[in-house]
């Protein structure tokens, strides 16, 4: 809780400190659930401090915990961040390869929502990037998603 909140008032490495402690806790108890929690919110601290490389490697070391139970909304809030900041240092590639796992997680637990706010977005870079097909069809696959009928 103390970890969101700095994180939440911009203060990562603080926020980092506080996970890093758990990080430890958890492990020394055994605890795979927390291990991978502490490891989303360090990725997620990483990313906020610009640090995109270790906010992915993080991300994926929390995908390998076994035992433990991804939760789709906290993993594609993090790795939404992480894809951001690589988008902000200019690491256009390695935001898109971000996002095609972001696609993943997305679809694996059925956020439609998201998944059109994902087209919307990667569709932006691609439109940076001068690549009018690419833009193309992702705004197309997100109209196409937004005029669906309604998931129940």
């Given at each position: 809780m103390?970890?969101?909140?700095?994180?939440?008032?911009?203060?990562?490495?603080?926020?980092?400190?506080?996970?890093?402690?758990?990080?430890?806790?958890?492990?020394?108890?055994?605890?795979?659930q927390?291990?991978?929690?502490?490891?989303?919110?360090?990725?997620?601290?990483?990313?906020?401090?610009?640090?995109?490389?270790?906010?992915?490697?993080?991300?994926?070391?929390?995908?390998?915990?076994?035992?433990?139970?991804?939760?789709?909304?906290?993993?594609?809030?993090?790795?939404?961040?992480?894809?951001?900041?690589?988008?902000?240092?200019?690491?256009?590639?390695?935001?898109?390869?971000?996002?095609?796992?972001?696609?993943?997680?997305?679809?694996?637990?059925?956020?439609?929502?998201?998944?059109?706010?994902l087209?919307?977005?990667?569709?932006?870079?691609?439109?940076?990037?001068?690549?009018?097909?690419?833009?193309?069809?992702?705004?197309?696959e997100?109209?196409?998603?937004?005029?669906?009928?309604?998931?129940?």
């Amino acid at each position: 809780m103390l970890a969101r909140l700095c994180l939440e008032q911009g203060r990562p490495g603080e926020a980092g400190d506080y996970l890093r402690g758990a990080l430890h806790a958890f492990r020394r108890a055994g605890a795979p659930q927390g291990v991978y929690r502490a490891l989303l919110g360090l990725a997620e601290c990483a990313a906020a401090a610009g640090e995109a490389d270790e906010g992915l490697d993080l991300f994926v070391q929390a995908g390998q915990c076994e035992g433990a139970v991804g939760e789709g909304g906290e993993e594609a809030r993090v790795l939404g961040a992480v894809c951001e900041a690589f988008a902000a240092a200019g690491r256009t590639q390695d935001a898109l390869e971000g996002y095609r796992l972001l696609r993943q997680v997305l679809e694996r637990h059925g956020d439609r929502a998201g998944l059109i706010a994902l087209l919307d977005t990667v569709g932006g870079l691609y439109f940076q990037l001068g690549e009018q097909a690419e833009s193309t069809r992702c705004y197309e696959e997100s109209l196409l998603l937004k005029s669906a009928v309604p998931q129940t």
